[in-house]
T-cell receptor, first 109, second 112 residues
Framework: RKEVEQDPGPFNVPEGATVAFNCTYS??????FFWYRQDCRKEPKLLMS???SGNEDGRFTAQLNRASQYISLLIRDSKLSDSATYLC??????????FGKGTRLSVIA | NAGVTQTPKFQVLKTGQSMTLQCAQD?????MSWYRQDPGMGLRLIHY???????DQGEVPNGYNVSRSTTEDFPLRLLSAAPSQTSVYFC???????????FGQGTRLTVV
């Protein structure tokens, strides 16, 4: 089983839609969790951290469920500029980050 | 702020050639890593370093060497290039034990 698993998509949604991505991780020792965004032919960039209590940043909401070992990202009111690949990332502490393969989102006008 | 600087951005090598991909960061980050990204494979860790003088292997280290003589620099050496090393290479840096990694712009390498 892969350490971090994501549905690769693509998710094709119309502008204004709400879309959600899930990610599962296998190592219960994982300590911190993140969503990164990667635009086509660009480097990944941190989108937001994921906390047990959940966190929100504008139209983006991230949730963590430690018992079920999954992480979610919700995007409300999708914009064309949200089209990208979203990477789920897990950190076990003093080890390098582990990246999921990413979920591709296309927002269509 | 330069952040993480990778050079070159593009490179074509012939099979058997060697080269060094450069990576430098100006944020005084302890952690630096090299990843390769291939279609359908996601980001795979090649080598990483938790501080100057300390390096370790990642998931796909074969065919690559690294060294970390300073906090700022973390070069990746391809010893004898093979077509299987055709990929996009990313260098990243972060503070100890955080997930806030900063990436360079990537190097697109083609081995023919």
């Amino acid at each position: 089983r892969k350490e971090v698993e994501q549905d690769p998509g693509p998710f094709n949604v119309p502008e204004g839609a709400t879309v959600a991505f899930n990610c599962t991780y296998s190592n219960s020792a994982s300590q911190s969790f993140f969503w990164y965004r990667q635009d086509c032919r660009k480097e990944p960039k941190l989108l937001m951290s994921v906390y047990s209590s959940g966190n929100e940043d504008g139209r983006f909401t991230a949730q963590l469920n430690r018992a079920s070992q999954y992480i979610s990202l919700l995007i409300r009111d999708s914009k064309l500029s949200d089209s990208a690949t979203y990477l789920c990332v897990v950190n076990k502490g003093n080890t390098p980050l582990v990246f999921g393969k990413g979920t591709r989102l296309s927002v269509i006008a | 702020n330069a952040g993480v600087t990778q050079t070159p951005k593009f490179q074509v090598l012939k099979t058997g050639q060697s080269m060094t991909l450069q990576c430098a960061q100006d944020m005084n980050h302890e952690y630096m890593s090299w990843y390769r990204q291939d279609p359908g494979m996601g980001l795979r860790l090649i080598h990483y370093s938790v501080g100057a003088g300390i390096t370790d292997q990642g998931e796909v280290p074969n065919g690559y060497n690294v060294s970390r003589s300073t906090t700022e620099d973390f070069p990746l050496r391809l010893l004898s290039a093979a077509p299987s090393q055709t990929s996009v290479y990313f260098c990243a840096s972060s503070r100890r034990s955080t997930g806030w990694a900063f990436f360079g712009q990537g190097t697109r390498l083609t081995v023919v």
